[in-house]
């Protein structure tokens, strides 16, 4: 089956889409955790997991720490960690 991302919103709190008019947040940046999510949706409705079970826990992804994560300490600024390569 066809799953594709509709009307993707990228932001400074993460990314927004809608699968098959279910509405989808990832508090994550960039267009590859945008491509990530949506492998991981296609893999989970192989696996007969519904939509809103995955929007649910992709909302609550907290990602992997030290990679694109974010720091809120208080400050203004958005801070990011982002390591330039794989340790």
Same mark, same amino acid.
């Given at each position: 089956?066809?799953?594709?991302?509709?009307?993707?919103?990228?932001?400074?709190?993460?990314?927004?889409?809608?699968?098959?008019?279910?509405?989808f947040?990832?508090?994550m940046?960039?267009?590859?955790?945008a491509?990530?999510a949506? *492998?991981?949706? /296609?893999?989970?409705?192989?696996?007969?997991?519904?939509?809103? !079970?995955?929007?649910? =826990? @992709? *909302?609550?992804? /907290?990602?992997?720490?030290?990679?694109?994560?974010?720091?809120? !300490?208080g400050?203004? =600024? @958005?801070?990011?960690? /982002?390591?330039?390569?794989?340790?």
């Amino acid at each position: 089956a066809l799953v594709k991302a509709l009307s993707p919103q990228y932001a400074a709190d993460g990314i927004r889409f809608a699968v098959r008019d279910v509405p989808f947040r990832l508090p994550m940046l960039g267009l590859i955790n945008a491509e990530n999510a949506m *492998a991981a949706v /296609a893999v989970g409705l192989s696996q007969g997991i519904g939509l809103t !079970a995955m929007s649910k =826990a @992709l *909302a609550e992804f /907290a990602g992997v720490p030290g990679r694109q994560e974010f720091v809120r !300490a208080g400050q203004e =600024a @958005l801070s990011i960690v /982002a390591p330039g390569g794989s340790p």
